[in-house]
């Protein structure tokens, strides 16, 4: 059942955003700033459709590549070499949030084609919030979720042995005391389990929202190179996805490693992942012909949902990423982690922040 539900969640905002950004094709174009591309169309195709299993296979090798840990010691959850991956995969969300897809939302909700004085208002910046707002909301009230129901679980464990520990006099005295004991010690180690088990449900929460905020910002950025009809731009858009797609993977894999998922939803949410951006340049493909970046509509729909991505990819990046790792008891006790942390993540930010001059 749990299964179910995240894969409807997952294929309602991969539906959404896919209708969202088509329904814009149909709307008239903007003469301010469009210009018809007048280039070899047939030029620009064929990058398109390498680049559906090439972007494909990029995701698909970075998503996979942290959950190996199962078959490489290295690269498990609690060794160093995954927190220094981490810290890299977590400077590319960030820059992904900050140089890629908030800039593109300003763009969006900003041009000279959105007449109005209502578009003076900075429209990309508020959503990014909202939306950040709402991933701590859905975090915070998951997590308070699963403390509530460990605590009630516990309490009936609880009570369930003070009635079996209970009773007895005199000799019986020293025997209640040692089963008095004995049950104290277990409720230590059910508390400590029940706190393993909260973060672990709170890491799967973060891993699931996480999916929601890339797939967004994966449909928005497939159309684009889908409908783009000049050569150099598919070009510069195909070479720069591949890298973007396959750092992306080693974030989304990282969580989903730390997130201990059963085989199934594992491989449901690597799927969706590797699937999304070259649907997305199917779609754009299709639509190709009526599409028309400079539209009102198109610009509203990419700006939005540019801006939500942004605002949770940033939050996720800062607060589930950097803030739950490098304040870590295992980093603060190691100078040496703390060192090579901080430069893959300068590594990870700078390398994903110079590909924004193509994507």
Known sequence: MRITQNVKLLLLFFFISILLVAVSAGE????????K????TAGARKYKIAAIPSVLAAGVI?????????????LR??????????????GVILATGFMHVLPEGYEKLTSACLEGEAWEFPFTGFIAMVAAILT???DSFATSYFHRLHHKTSKRIGDGEEQGGGGGGGGGDELGLHVHAHGHTHGIVGVESGESEVQLRRTRVVAQVLEVGIIVHSVVIGISLGASQSPDTAKALFAALMFHQ???????????AQGNF?????????LFFSITTPIGIAVGMGIATSYDESSPTALIVQGVLNAASAGILIYMSLVDFLAADFMHPKMQSNTRLQIMAHISLLAGAGVMSLLAKWA
């Open 136 to 138: 701590l909301s859905v």
């Open 62 to 74: 970075g998503v996979l590549f942290p959950l190996l840990g199962k078959f490489v010691p290295s």
């Open 246 to 256: 396959c750092f992306e993977g080693l974030g989304l894999g990282g969580c989903i």
């Open 28 to 35: 008239s174009k903007c003469e301010c700033s469009h210009e």
């Open 262 to 270: 059963n085989c199934m939803s594992i491989t449901i949410m690597s």
């Open 37 to 40: 591309d007048k280039e070899n």
């Open 77 to 90: 959850p609690e060794t160093n070499f995954f927190f220094v991956t981490k810290a890299f995969a977590a």
